[in-house]
């Protein structure tokens, strides 16, 4: 009896080796494969998830953004017609000055203020109305 325990003990210690069915093996491979799949399903998942965020924070922004540039079309055809305005009346204030002073025997252009009003009319409101003009056209590629 002890002979029969000692072989039933040796044939338990060592290491069993079963031989699976051809069935088995491969149910044991799609479900590897299943796990596998739901793995990068899962890691997919939350990359998608990191990306959808992203995207909705960047149209959020887009969103906001678009609402400043027409704030500032708004503000800037406001200044434009400002401008036109002052620029008009810089030149009839001008005209009535130069008029004036033609009257009383005198020359306009040795007037300090006449010759800064002369230059800003001429010079500096065209400026900011030409830099104007054209930012509001940019603005207004970038309101569509």
Same mark, same amino acid.
């Not at 924070?57 to 969103?63: G, T």
């Not at 009383?104 to 010079?123: C, H, M, P, Q, R």
């Given at each position: 009896?002890?002979?029969?325990?000692?072989?039933?003990?040796?044939?338990?210690?060592?290491?069993?080796?079963?031989?699976?069915?051809?069935?088995?093996?491969?149910?044991?491979?799609?479900?590897?494969?299943?796990?596998?799949?739901?793995?990068?399903?899962?890691?997919?998942?939350?990359?998608?998830?990191?990306s959808l965020g992203?995207?909705?924070?960047?149209?959020?922004?887009?969103?906001?953004?678009?609402?400043?540039?027409?704030?500032?079309?708004?503000?800037?055809?406001?200044?434009?017609? +400002?401008?036109?305005?002052?620029?008009? =009346?810089? &030149?009839?204030? $001008?005209?009535?000055? %130069?008029?004036? @002073? !033609?009257?009383?025997?005198?020359?306009?252009?040795?007037?300090?203020?006449?010759?800064?009003?002369?230059?800003?009319?001429?010079? +500096?409101?065209?400026?900011?109305?030409? =830099?104007? &003009?054209?930012? $509001?056209?940019?603005? %207004?590629?970038? @309101? !569509?």
């Amino acid at each position: 009896m002890k002979r029969v325990e000692s072989i039933w003990a040796e044939l338990s210690a060592k290491s069993q080796e079963v031989e699976l069915s051809e069935e088995q093996k491969v149910e044991l491979s799609s479900i590897a494969e299943i796990k596998q799949v739901q793995g990068k399903m899962n890691n997919l998942n939350g990359s998608s998830n990191n990306s959808l965020g992203r995207a909705q924070k960047n149209i959020e922004a887009v969103a906001r953004a678009k609402e400043d540039i027409r704030d500032s079309i708004r503000d800037m055809e406001q200044d434009i017609a +400002d401008a036109s305005k002052f620029m008009k =009346d810089g &030149k009839a204030a $001008l005209s009535s000055f %130069k008029k004036m @002073a !033609k009257e009383l025997g005198l020359d306009a252009t040795s007037s300090k203020e006449y010759k800064e009003l002369e230059i800003t009319v001429t010079n +500096d409101m065209v400026d900011v109305l030409n =830099d104007s &003009k054209e930012t $509001l056209k940019e603005l %207004k590629s970038y @309101a !569509k």
